[in-house]
């Protein structure tokens, strides 16, 4: 199980940006993927995760509605876009799989497989 996250950067406060984790070694319908993120100092939480179908999606309460995830069944690529940008969303961006059967959540101790992070850093 392999993950490859990549997409972030220097931003400036309200501009979007789409994250992008290339996925191999696993059939992806049967894992859920989840965006974890970890600013400095601070524990690693969940944003927005998948399902390996595609079928349902879950957000962090306090980022629905400015981000969305999505999913490239032939690129086996999972999408993280992110709108309004803003200084508390620098972070080092993470994605991970777990197997379907885990259920849909940001439960960290069912992610077993990690990419190695992308840096989104937001300021003027």
């Known amino acids: 199980v392999q993950l490859q996250a990549s997409g972030g950067g220097l931003v400036q406060p309200g501009d979007s940006l789409r994250l992008s984790c290339v996925t191999s070694?696993?059939?992806?319908?049967?894992?859920?993927i989840a965006w974890f993120r970890q600013a400095p100092g601070k524990e690693r939480e969940g944003v927005a995760c998948i399902t390996g179908t595609g079928a349902y999606t879950h957000y962090a309460p306090s980022l629905k509605g400015r981000v969305t995830i999505s999913r490239d069944r032939d690129e086996k690529t999972i999408y993280l876009r992110m709108n309004n940008l803003k200084p508390e969303d620098t972070a080092v961006y993470y994605c991970?799989?777990?197997?379907?059967?885990?259920?849909?959540?940001?439960?960290?101790?069912?992610?077993?497989?990690w990419g190695q992070g992308t840096q989104v850093t937001v300021s003027s």
């Open positions: 991970a799989a777990t197997p379907a059967s885990m259920g849909l959540g940001f439960d960290l101790r069912v992610y077993d497989n």
């Open positions: 070694g696993f059939t992806l319908d049967a894992y859920n």
